[in-house]
């Protein structure tokens, strides 16, 4: 035991079971910056461990096993700083700025207790889809080179004052773009589209902005940083340096199914809001855009949402579900665990209830499944909330598919990381 290779095994063994244990789910949620912390400095001991633990070895015969481990780490790292430039970054001169960064604003709703987190990339052309994520950074902190993974919880293009769930059109420029049929998002956007008149600044002159929106819960650690940041300011309101690196994840082909049945409790609004207005997007009928000219299947779409704060579904309804909402294929129901009451009459500009309590999960899903079988459609249910009502819903298909209604794809979206 005295003989130095094995001391440094041991020392490699002890710490390979520290970064299991600083793994495990509840610490990462509950302290995410120690869990990166740790895993980050456990990982480059363990590392060092095995060097030394093999260096016995005549010509470090063992060495050829790990310097690939450190090879991959290295290209991993050098990767993402590339990909976080090339998101964050725009260099060009042909605009009035040669070097354009991203630009961030967040606003904490202290009734909703939730930060609304607005990033404009400094690259526009990237293409978020539903069902990604970001890893945001802050990096004018001592801690600036965390990264926190969030979906993205909604998009839309800028042109001007002008806002529109459509993009440039390849191929076409701005100007040509025929975006009348499909909605505009609220929040500070007029009701037009880029076409505006022949009065107004060309088109072509202004410069094309991607926004995305993050809906953020602040805990401990970096949210609620966040949050105290907002708070420091009279209107709650912070203009701050947030880079993004991404977008990450799969999307479902939810525009496959004639039925969607969209279940979410939350900020797992986050996971919905992108399909929804993908669904907007899709159903324009002369729609020749980004979207591989698949236009959507679906008949019927609703949205069943539980949270604690009612305001935090009267903000959202009114800007990214306010279109959606005036739909006559979109439905949605909306629940509120803490303060209904106070938004019970009427919390929307469409005549929309917030009930109180949660969703009979099982009877609804019974409901749904019965009215596609009977309709030979097929049915989507996509789930994104806390444990207890992901479990319900899975149990509650299951149920429904034993029952003879398999035209069902169940899809379950991350809550937690």
Same mark, same amino acid.
């Given at each position: 035991? *005295?003989?130095?290779?094995?001391?440094?095994?041991?020392?490699?063994?002890?710490?390979?079971?520290?970064? +299991?244990?600083?793994? +495990?789910?509840?610490?990462?949620?509950?302290?995410?910056?120690?869990?990166?912390?740790?895993?980050?400095?456990?990982?480059?001991?363990?590392?060092?461990?095995?060097?030394?633990?093999?260096?016995?070895?005549?010509?470090?015969e063992?060495?050829?096993?790990?310097?690939?481990?450190?090879?991959?780490?290295?290209?991993? @790292?050098?990767?993402?700083?590339?990909r976080?430039? %090339?998101?964050?970054?725009?260099?060009?001169?042909?605009? @009035?700025?040669?070097?354009?960064?991203?630009?961030?604003?967040?606003?904490?709703?202290?009734?909703?207790?939730?930060?609304?987190?607005?990033?404009?990339?400094?690259?526009?052309?990237?293409?978020?889809?539903?069902?990604?994520?970001?890893?945001l950074?802050?990096?004018?902190?001592?801690?600036?080179?965390?990264?926190?993974?969030?979906?993205?919880?909604?998009?839309? %293009?800028?042109?001007?004052?002008?806002?529109?769930?459509?993009? !440039?059109?390849?191929?076409?420029?701005?100007?040509?773009?025929?975006?009348?049929?499909?909605?505009?998002?609220?929040?500070?956007?007029?009701?037009?589209?880029?076409?505006?008149n *022949?009065?107004?600044?060309?088109?072509?002159?202004?410069?094309?902005? +991607?926004?995305?929106?993050?809906?953020?819960?602040? %805990?401990?650690?970096?949210?609620?940083?966040?949050? $105290?940041?907002?708070?420091?300011?009279?209107?709650?309101?912070?203009?701050?340096?947030?880079?993004?690196?991404?977008?990450?994840?799969?999307?479902?082909?939810?525009?496959?199914?004639?039925?969607?049945?969209?279940?979410?409790?939350?900020?797992?609004?986050?996971?919905?809001?992108?399909?929804?207005?993908?669904?907007?997007?899709?159903?324009?009928?002369?729609?020749?855009?980004?979207?591989?000219?698949?236009k959507?299947?679906?008949?019927?779409? =609703? +949205?069943v949402?539980?949270?604690?704060?009612?305001?935090?579904?009267? &903000?959202?309804?009114?800007?990214?579900?306010?279109?959606?909402? !005036?739909?006559?294929?979109?439905?949605?129901?909306?629940?509120?665990?803490?303060?209904?009451?106070?938004f019970?009459? &009427?919390?929307?500009?469409?005549?929309? &209830?917030? $009930?109180?309590? @949660?969703?009979?999960?099982?009877?609804?899903i019974?409901?749904?499944?019965? &009215?596609?079988?009977?309709?030979?459609?097929?049915?989507?249910?996509?789930?994104?909330?806390? *444990?207890?009502?992901?479990?319900?819903?899975?149990?509650?298909?299951?149920?429904?598919?034993r $029952?003879?209604?398999? *035209?069902? !794809?169940?899809? =379950?979206?991350?809550?937690?990381?």
């Amino acid at each position: 035991m *005295s003989k130095t290779y094995v001391l440094w095994g041991i020392l490699g063994t002890f710490v390979m079971i520290l970064v +299991l244990i600083t793994s +495990l789910d509840r610490i990462r949620i509950a302290t995410y910056e120690l869990f990166l912390i740790a895993h980050v400095v456990l990982s480059v001991l363990t590392l060092v461990a095995c060097f030394y633990h093999t260096v016995v070895f005549e010509g470090n015969e063992y060495w050829k096993y790990l310097w690939p481990s450190v090879a991959i780490w290295v290209i991993d @790292r050098f990767l993402r700083i590339v990909r976080l430039c %090339y998101c964050n970054l725009h260099v060009s001169s042909s605009n @009035r700025r040669l070097v354009k960064v991203s630009v961030s604003r967040m606003v904490y709703d202290e009734t909703a207790d939730v930060v609304r987190l607005e990033v404009t990339p400094g690259i526009p052309s990237l293409q978020p889809s539903p069902g990604q994520y970001y890893f945001l950074y802050q990096p004018f902190r001592l801690t600036g080179w965390e990264s926190h993974p969030f979906t993205i919880g909604a998009w839309s %293009y800028e042109i001007g004052d002008c806002t529109s769930l459509v993009p !440039k059109s390849e191929g076409k420029p701005i100007g040509s773009l025929d975006v009348s049929h499909v909605p505009l998002l609220a929040g500070g956007a007029s009701d037009r589209d880029y076409q505006g008149n *022949s009065e107004s600044v060309s088109p072509r002159e202004e410069e094309l902005k +991607l926004k995305l929106t993050f809906w953020v819960r602040p %805990y401990d650690g970096w949210t609620k940083q966040l949050r $105290q940041q907002c708070l420091s300011s009279p209107d709650q309101t912070s203009e701050t340096t947030i880079l993004l690196e991404g977008p990450y994840g799969e999307t479902f082909p939810l525009w496959s199914y004639e039925s969607v049945l969209i279940i979410v409790g939350g900020t797992g609004i986050a996971s919905a809001v992108p399909y929804i207005q993908d669904h907007l997007r899709r159903s324009v009928e002369d729609w020749d855009g980004r979207l591989e000219n698949e236009k959507t299947r679906v008949r019927d779409m =609703e +949205l069943v949402w539980t949270t604690k704060q009612a305001a935090f579904i009267q &903000d959202v309804s009114r800007r990214e579900l306010k279109h959606a909402l !005036k739909r006559a294929d979109f439905n949605a129901s909306f629940y509120a665990t803490r303060d209904s009451t106070a938004f019970a009459e &009427d919390p929307t500009d469409f005549g929309v &209830d917030i $009930q109180a309590g @949660r969703p009979h999960l099982q009877s609804l899903i019974m409901s749904r499944a019965c &009215d596609a079988c009977s309709a030979g459609t097929s049915l989507a249910i996509l789930v994104c909330g806390p *444990s207890t009502m992901a479990d319900e819903a899975r149990a509650a298909t299951h149920l429904a598919m034993r $029952q003879g209604y398999h *035209s069902i !794809k169940f899809v =379950e979206e991350s809550f937690t990381w």
